[in-house]
């Protein structure tokens, strides 16, 4: 079965070590969360705030694996009052389980989805 589970994180400063650390701890924490196994992913792909220009977080995962994983990454578009500094994944698996997926928001991105209660992650 195919399955999809979001997260993002806010990036504390547009560099490129900043944006290699926060999509490091994004991806470990959105698969850890979900019991997911790298050779489980379909694909995953990353949206990016305009701010964020240092570094694509693409490129930044491939410094800890996923070496044959498509990865694919995009701007966000600019919406008047959205947060700043946000890098956002969509991870695609495979999973022979049915089970609810835990969506992970780390470092100030809990706003984007305060309706999500304890499936933010800290």
């Known amino acids: 079965m ?9 990036v504390v400063e547009n560099s490129r ?3 290699e650390n926060s999509t490091v701890k994004l991806v470990k924490e959105v698969l850890r969360a979900n019991a997911i ?3 489980q992913i379909v694909s995953i792909i990353f949206s990016v705030t305009e701010d964020l220009r240092a ?16 990865l694919f ?4 578009p600019r919406v008047d009052g959205g947060m700043e500094r946000v890098i956002r994944v969509l991870v695609t698996f495979e ?14 991105a809990e706003a984007l989805r305060a309706d999500l209660g304890r499936g933010n992650r800290k």
């Open 73 to 76: 990454c995009t701007q966000e």
């Open 95 to 108: 999973s022979p389980e049915r089970n609810a997926t835990v969506p992970v928001y780390l470092d100030g």
């Open 17 to 19: 070590r900043a944006i």
């Open 55 to 70: 570094a694509n977080p693409a490129t930044s995962i491939r410094t800890v694996g996923f070496a044959s994983t498509p």
């Open 37 to 39: 196994e790298e050779q």
């Open 2 to 10: 195919t399955r999809a589970v979001r997260g993002a994180i806010q």
